[in-house]
């Protein structure tokens, strides 16, 4: 791994992780299209796994029992996107991979926004970013960013 993105994984808060996991997440999935277009079927079929992986990430990092309606909402979407990737690699498709693009990038702007919002506020009495939505242990990020 690049020793600049781990450093900055090991630096990284929680909100900040789970950006940098569905950044990967994101990019893995734009690669798979383009190896849809070019007719690489190894490629794209690995870049596939890399988005699944990084979504499992997502999903194993929710905390129900602090945020129960919201884990599960984010739960359910985790594993539609899940089910779309699989089926652009069987079909060999793009439309479910630009759904899944698509909601990952509305996501990845929420979570561009509750960012902004913990940088803004200077009360401490907000604390740090919750755990129910983001795992803080840096490893999860670098599963997620390994090739």
Known sequence: MNPYFEQT????????????VYQRCMSSVRDAREHLRNRKI???SAAI???YAALNELLVAL???TAPQL???LQ??????QRRLLEANLEQADSPL???LGLLATLADAWAGVAEELRAAPDPANGPPPDSL???YQDTARLALQD
């Open 71 to 73: 884990a599960g909402r």
């Open 134 to 136: 983001s795992r803080p």
């Open 98 to 100: 630009a759904e899944v």
């Open 63 to 65: 905390r129900p029992d």
């Open 49 to 51: 796994m890399r988005a």
């Open 76 to 81: 359910a979407l985790y594993l539609y996107m």
């Open 42 to 44: 190894a490629e794209r």
């Open 9 to 20: 994984i090991l630096n990284a808060d929680p909100v900040e992780l789970t950006r940098i």
